[in-house]
């Protein structure tokens, strides 16, 4: 078992089904993971840490992601309807203007 199988808002093993979002600053190659509940909870994150980042100067690209756990590996998750975490956030945004 790898530190990765360890879910740390919890401190056990990943279970089938844990949604995590990703993100990556800077295209550095190193992803920092946020351990959530729901994909509305994904949202909320990733909107909070798009917006602080948007305030350091430091960083100029990032990339975000939700993955869900499945046969003992991290992927990509998508809704019924097939669209990622973030086809979903710009569905909602198109659907607020």
Same mark, same amino acid.
């Given at each position: 078992?790898?530190?990765?199988?360890?879910?740390?808002?919890?401190?056990?093993?990943?279970?089938?089904?844990?949604?995590?979002?990703?993100?990556?600053?800077?295209?550095?190659?190193?992803?920092?993971?946020?351990?959530?509940?729901?994909? +509305?909870?994904?949202?909320?994150? %990733? @909107?909070?840490?798009?917006?602080?980042?948007? =305030? #350091? &100067?430091?960083?100029?690209?990032?990339?975000?992601?939700?993955?869900?756990?499945?046969?003992?590996?991290?992927?990509?998750?998508?809704? +019924?309807?097939?669209?990622?975490? %973030? @086809?979903?956030?710009?569905?909602?945004?198109? =659907? #607020? &203007?």
């Amino acid at each position: 078992m790898t530190n990765s199988n360890i879910n740390p808002r919890t401190g056990k093993e990943v279970a089938e089904g844990e949604l995590r979002v990703y993100c990556m600053i800077n295209f550095s190659g190193h992803m920092h993971h946020h351990y959530v509940e729901s994909p +509305d909870e994904a949202i909320r994150v %990733i @909107n909070y840490e798009a917006n602080r980042q948007l =305030e #350091a &100067e430091n960083i100029q690209d990032n990339v975000f992601g939700l993955e869900v756990f499945e046969d003992g590996e991290w992927t990509e998750w998508y809704n +019924d309807m097939g669209d990622s975490i %973030i @086809n979903v956030l710009d569905e909602m945004e198109e =659907e #607020a &203007e």
